[in-house]
């Protein structure tokens, strides 16, 4: 019965788009009001010591070049850090891309290109922008040869993994799968940014404002999306029978 409420809850917010469009609008808002505070006080150079006592809580006290746990936690961090590289994420866009041109949806495909790389070029601009140094505390565990603010593996990941997930998620009929790939995208999103503060290659900020910048636009455009469905441009979401 209670698995039946909620997928009954699901059809009801699906067919009042206007409720779940106003919720986005909502989240973004409050995401890029914090984005802009966090950047302010990056700018201001207020969170230097935030940054320095967590970048050096994940170091060894006696060797700085040394994170803390065991040597596979270290090479897991090399491992996770590269879900949000370049090479990880285009493949795993054209992978997606791929699913959706077999599916017949078009429209799915080019919404993908236009976010991804709408993110990659918000992303590059910022870098530019605002040319922080990467952090010269701990040695850096990664090869970098970009500024520090935001992450862009930590935006990057926000925008493919949550804008892929809420695609895959909306073709699947059962919410306990929708829930399930939804809980992936932000898991992943989640790892890549702390790994790169654990590889020492970005200040905690630069990761948190990836995160916000990524959320923020992966929600404009599910925004945009939602809009071209009603306006027939895109294929509604395959929803469960509730009975």
């Not at 009801?12 to 986005?24: A, G, Y």
């Not at 966090?38 to 967590?54: A, K, M, P, Y």
């Not at 949806?105 to 070029?121: D, P």
């Amino acid at each position: 019965m209670k698995y039946e409420n909620v997928s009954a809850l699901v059809c009801w917010t699906r067919r009042h788009i206007e409720i779940t469009s106003l919720t986005l609008l909502g989240i973004i808002v409050v995401a890029v009001w914090t984005l802009a505070e966090l950047t302010d006080e990056v700018v201001e150079g207020s969170t230097h010591n935030l940054d320095r006592n967590i970048l050096l809580l994940l170091r060894t006290p006696c060797d700085l070049s040394d994170p803390i746990g065991p040597w596979w936690l270290e090479e897991m961090g090399r491992d996770i850090t590269a879900l949000g590289g370049v090479a990880v994420l285009t493949l795993t866009t054209l992978i997606v891309s791929m699913f959706f041109l077999l599916l017949h949806r078009r429209a799915s495909v080019l919404y993908i290109l236009v976010t991804v790389g709408g993110g990659i070029l918000i992303s590059s601009i910022a870098k530019d922008f605002f040319d922080r140094p990467r952090p010269d505390l701990v040695p850096h565990d990664s090869i970098v040869h970009t500024a520090s603010f935001p992450s862009g593996h930590a935006m990057m990941a926000a925008i493919v993994y949550l804008s892929l997930g809420v695609l895959i998620a909306r073709v699947q009929p059962r919410f306990v799968l929708k829930l399930y790939v939804m809980s992936v995208a932000i898991s992943l999103t989640l790892f890549v940014g702390i790994s790169r503060i654990y590889m020492g290659v970005h200040w905690p900020t630069d990761v948190a404002a990836g995160w916000l910048a990524g959320g923020a636009w992966a929600m404009i455009c599910l925004i945009v999306a939602r809009i071209l469905v009603r306006r027939g441009y895109m294929d509604a979401e395959t929803l469960e029978d509730a009975g």
